[in-house]
């Protein structure tokens, strides 16, 4: 069954059963945001809290890969009284519809500007509000832009990665 969905801008045409449930994917099967970084746990709860997303319990798989001899006692520690991985952290969209980030730690530190980044599209009315919960979580502002009348503001994540707000 087809039927027609219509919005502001366009209208799609989207696959659903007889009962109007629609049979598309709720997301991107297998895709994900890598974001290297100095401190995942710390970029992940940011970045949760930017998004409106859940920083992933992985302490239950963590347990049965140290039981299983997969994983050591070198490859978790313990934050916040959770077991967790030592070089990694991941954010989820709690609804599923978004793409999941991973935050890695890498050695390195940040040199040059990103060449991919996040936008956060709120619209126009709420760019300020935005820009200022997002500096309250710890987000620094470092520019702002317009095209037209498209108006964004650059801003970097604690660890200076770059982010815009429109």
Known sequence: MRRRVS??????????DEEGASTAPRAVPGVQVVIDCADPHAQAEFWAAA???E?????PLARRMLEAGYAT???VLERGGVLVWRDAAAARDPGGMRPRLYLQRVPEPKSVKNR????LHVGPERVDAEVSRLEALGAARAGEGRQGPQRWVVMTDPEGNELCVS
């Open 7 to 16: 919005g502001a801008a366009s209208s799609v045409v989207v696959m659903s």
């Open 51 to 53: 998004l409106g997303y």
């Open 55 to 59: 920083v992933e319990d992985v302490e």
């Open 73 to 75: 006692d070198a490859d």
């Open 116 to 119: 991919v980044h996040l936008d």
